[in-house]
């Protein structure tokens, strides 16, 4: 075991540095996160890139080289490792895919860490600045990096010559994606389900319904 002296403490410190450097970083990261309210937030971003900032000090300078040790074998586990905790992050709900782009932040926040703690600060500062502008720009309304959402619509109306063909004209589509008809005495009803890309705020389907009697009912059903 090292003595204490000036060069051994000096040289703790600077990787007591590393590791204070990797959880800013990793608290940038996971403040742009938070902001969009994710699920791997401050917490989670800051203690991945400590966590891996700390296994590469240990990795680099814990053990003695000339007895064959390959350093680069624990940077290895620490990539596989953070990819298991990634997949915990990803669900499948509702036939979408969720979690995505948090399990891959998570991942790349921790090679952040991974540069911090081998001393490569200007590549961990850079890789920070990236991830960030990265999703910045990403999550712009810029239209081609948007995706398009579709709204689902249940209308309920009576049908007596031709109001859904009128209907589909209103909210722009082509068909509707599912439709139900029921004789009520004698009026026919159609309860109808359509998606449109469209956005119909509240005022815009109060309208639709004032200027058109025969709609019953219009109720977004985006869950269903």
């Known amino acids: 075991m090292p003595g204490f002296s000036s060069d051994f403490l000096i040289k703790q410190l600077i990787y007591m540095g ?43 300078y814990g053990f003695d080289d000339s007895g064959g040790f390959d350093a680069s074998r624990v940077a290895a586990q620490i990539v596989s490792g953070i990819g298991f905790l990634g997949a915990g992050m990803i669900i499948y709900r509702r036939q979408v895919v969720h979690g995505l782009t948090t399990a891959a932040g998570v991942w790349a926040t921790a090679g952040v860490g991974m540069a ?3 001393g490569l600060y200007l590549v961990a500062f850079g890789a920070t600045l990236i991830l960030i502008l990265a999703q910045c720009i990403l999550h712009t309304h810029f239209k081609p990096f ?16 031709d109001e859904n063909k009128r209907i589909q004209e209103i909210f722009g589509v ?25 956005e119909f705020p ?12 025969y709609i019953r009912s219009i109720e977004r059903c985006d869950d269903d």
Request: aromatic share 8%.
């Open 18 to 60: 590393s590791i204070l450097l990797a959880v800013i970083l990793g608290f940038a990261i996971g403040f742009e996160r938070k902001l969009r309210f994710k699920e791997a937030g401050i917490r989670t971003h800051t203690i991945v890139c400590a966590g891996a900032a700390l296994m590469m000090v240990v990795s680099k």
């Open 116 to 118: 911090a703690g081998s």
């Open 202 to 213: 509240s005022t815009r389907i109060g309208q639709i319904m004032a200027e058109n009697p």
């Open 146 to 161: 948007c995706n398009k959402i579709y709204m689902q619509i249940k209308i309920c109306f009576e049908q007596t010559t």
């Open 174 to 198: 082509k068909r509707f994606t599912r439709l139900n008809v029921i004789k009520e005495e004698d009026k026919i009803i159609y309860i109808a389900t359509l998606s449109t890309a469209e």
